[in-house]
């Protein structure tokens, strides 16, 4: 595709930290423009966030039971509804036609109507919600540390196991291998997967409790913030620090073009590897109203705008060259048809990848193992070996016993049966291989060659 993504560009001593939405409102087009907005509700916050994998559509939960569908496209309200109790989280399933919130008891699945179709008893009081889009897995975290894996397609329970590092709400998926990463207050972070109750990996990334963490787009690259006010990023490759930041970041995310993005109180800070050199630097800031308190910070797909939920609502901000410019419509499409939701959501289904696959390194999966043919040893090896065999059992010195237990004809005894145990596995290479030359030249005896090919035969010499 020929369309490139641009970031800011500044002339002289500009910074471009210091451009404010209000600059990039004025020189932007009216449907970006339309991007930027403040919803304020401060009854029912604070709020949580998610989007689609396309980006089109928006799930916002208020932690007093607000629960919104919205059409990013188009700005309008799809559904909301009330619940009357605490909701702590949403994700999308497959597609904006189910979402599942995190209640105060209990997970619930719900359709684009505001319908309850499930109430997930099985995975208890809920904290954080994920799930994974090629496996078909809706993956919780709950109160008491417990990981929960269930299919959404046929509802049963893949994995189900206490994590046993504490209560935590620090989970995120990585996009790459579907494994699941955990914070904990000890300053480390765990990643699972659902067919094995240890850790894959366990490492030790702060001194103190692990606030937020978040994937790059490629799986090679995480970005983890702790109590201490450092951000770190590390490399998934080697298990290495590539960058320690100063700050403290209450949510994390990485965008569709590597961008991270991060929030504390009131303030969002977005860095940039300008240089592509995976060396992070500030890029853009933005300020909210004084008070806000920052929940969650999300890039949405396929655009150049970051959603925060706040305290006071949510918002929406210009964060240029954040989005992928070219979308795949096999992949993801922003502007897709219900024909052709349908269609994809069939194929997906057909695409569906068993809970077995998700592995640290699934690049594996479908190589060849090099099986190494044992090599066969000649009868002058065969013979080395068994006399060196021989030789050792010779070498063994006897202990000496009590009295009547001591006879010359019991430790001689005793010797020949030793050489005759080193002698044994020989002996019975020699049988096998007597057997495997036997039959070979039974079925060359047996197997007559038809009259037009006796010819070519090799003919036994008469003596």
Not at 32 to 46: E, M, T, V, Y
Not at 198 to 222: E, T
Request: proline letters at 5%.
């Amino acid at each position: 595709m020929p369309s490139e993504g641009g970031y800011l560009e500044t002339e002289g001593l500009e910074k471009t930290w210091r451009i404010k939405q209000e600059t990039i409102s004025h020189e932007v087009d009216i449907l970006s423009r339309r991007n930027q907005h403040d919803i304020i509700l401060p009854a029912l916050g604070p709020y949580s966030i998610d989007y689609t994998s396309n980006g089109r559509y928006m799930a916002i939960a208020g932690r007093k039971g607000h629960l919104a569908l919205v059409d990013m496209k188009d700005l309008n309200l799809i559904k909301e509804f009330q619940v009357k109790e605490t909701v702590r989280d949403v994700v999308f399933l497959h597609n904006e036609l189910f979402f599942a919130a995190a209640q105060k008891k209990y997970p619930y699945i719900y359709n684009r109507e505001g319908t309850e179709l499930h109430c997930l008893k099985e995975h208890g009081s809920v904290l954080r919600l994920q799930f994974l889009k090629n496996h078909f897995l809706l993956v919780s975290i709950n109160k008491f540390g417990q990981l929960h894996y269930q299919d959404v397609t046929t509802g049963s329970m893949v994995g189900s196991f206490r994590t046993g590092l504490g209560r935590t709400d620090v989970m995120q998926v990585n996009p790459f291998n579907g494994v699941i990463a955990t914070g904990h207050s000890g300053g480390s972070v765990a990643m699972w997967k659902p067919t094995s109750s240890a850790p894959l990996v366990k490492m030790l990334c702060h001194p103190g409790p692990v606030s937020a963490l978040a994937f790059h787009p490629n799986g090679h690259l995480m970005a983890t913030s702790g109590a201490e006010r450092k951000i770190k990023l590390w490399d998934l490759r080697k298990f290495e620090v590539l960058q320690t930041l100063p700050g403290h970041a209450k949510t994390l995310d990485f965008s569709q073009k590597g961008l991270l993005a991060y929030g504390t109180g009131s303030f969002v800070q977005v860095l940039g590897d300008l240089s592509g050199a995976q060396s992070y630097t500030r890029y853009m800031a933005h300020s909210m109203a004084k008070g806000y308190q920052i929940g969650k910070v999300l890039f949405r797909p396929y655009e150049d705008v970051l959603g925060i939920g706040h305290s006071m609502g949510w918002s929406s901000i210009l964060i240029p060259g954040s989005g992928e410019p070219n979308f795949d419509t096999w992949v993801a499409n922003p502007f897709e048809t219900s024909k052709q939701r349908r269609e994809k959501e069939v194929r997906s289904l057909l695409d569906k990848l068993p809970p077995e696959t998700i592995s640290l390194n699934p690049s594996k999966i479908g190589t060849l193992v090099a099986v190494k043919k044992k090599e066969k040893k000649t009868k002058k090896e065969r013979d080395a070996e068994e006399e060196a065999a021989v030789d050792a059992a010779k070498g063994i010195t006897m202990k000496k016993k009590t009295k009547g237990r001591n006879k010359p004809t019991k430790r001689e005894k005793k010797k020949h049966e030793i050489i005759e145990k080193a002698k044994r596995p020989f002996l019975h290479e020699q049988i096998k291989e007597e057997e495997l030359s036997r039959k070979r030249s039974r079925l060359s005896e047996e197997v007559e060659l038809p009259k037009s090919l006796q010819r070519f035969a090799h003919k036994k010499t008469v003596t």
